[in-house]
């Protein structure tokens, strides 16, 4: 079990257009799921905390307009990249906390690459 | 300052040979968690360390943590090169997001 899928797995896109990245728990319900950004050769920075059925907290230095963050249901959260930009390119991780049950543990999707050209 | 410091950076070592990992970290935590990314992956979890004195193994690695000191450790024993990989440690620092703030990473090699 605490199986967590992303999609897509890697995206090329154009500067200027956006990009949706959906986060999935496939074997139990998240209500917090958590988005975090990696650059070649860095550790993960957390980006933003999502939350079932209300805003995302966002991490100091994060823009909340560039980053749109949905979580529409306890199983799904998205993270759109508006209007891109090649600075915006990077490996994209979510993941998905489990409950009290699970010791609050978080469950690590498989990463997303977006590459803006 | 919630602050995860892990040395060293980087690690080259012979296979066979043993090595340590450590994880520091500024604050109270209760629980402590050790990470591997191979190139271009996600990460995998290897331990989840939950008390003080806690020591878990699984294979050749050997994780611990010692709250007091605020310190973890990853000890490799008789490295092969499939270990090959970056590790990472994270914190929970209490609170009830429950957010975990990353070390900086290990990357290891192995060589043969």
């Known amino acids: 079990g605490a199986v967590v899928s992303q999609h897509p797995s890697w995206v090329i896109c154009k500067s200027g257009t956006s990009v949706k990245i959906e986060c999935r728990s496939l074997?139990?319900?998240?209500?917090?799921m958590f988005w975090y950004r990696q650059f070649p050769k860095q550790s993960l920075m957390l980006m933003a905390t999502s939350n079932e059925g209300s805003k995302a907290t966002y991490e100091q230095g994060v823009e909340k307009d560039k980053f749109l963050i949905n979580h529409a249901s306890l199983t799904l959260s998205t993270l759109t990249v508006t209007s891109a930009h090649p600075e915006d390119s990077s490996f994209y991780i979510c993941s998905a906390r489990g409950d009290r049950g699970r010791g609050y543990e978080q469950y690590f999707g498989p990463g997303t690459r977006l590459t803006v050209t | 300052e919630l602050k995860v410091e892990q040395n060293p950076l980087f690690l080259s070592m012979q296979e066979g040979k043993n090595y340590t990992i450590y994880c520091n970290y500024s604050?109270?935590?209760?629980?402590l968690y050790w990470y591997r990314q191979d190139p271009g992956k996600s990460l995998e979890s290897l331990f989840v360390l939950l008390s003080n004195g806690a020591v878990k193994q699984e294979g050749r690695l050997m994780a611990s943590l010692d709250t007091k000191a605020r310190l973890s450790t990853l000890h490799i024993t008789a490295a092969v090169h499939d270990l090959s990989a970056t590790y990472f440690c994270a914190v929970d620092f209490s609170g009830s997001a429950r957010q975990l703030t990353f070390g900086s990473g290990t990357q290891l090699t192995v060589l043969p």
């Open positions: 604050t109270t935590s209760d629980r």
């Open positions: 074997d139990f319900q998240a209500t917090t």
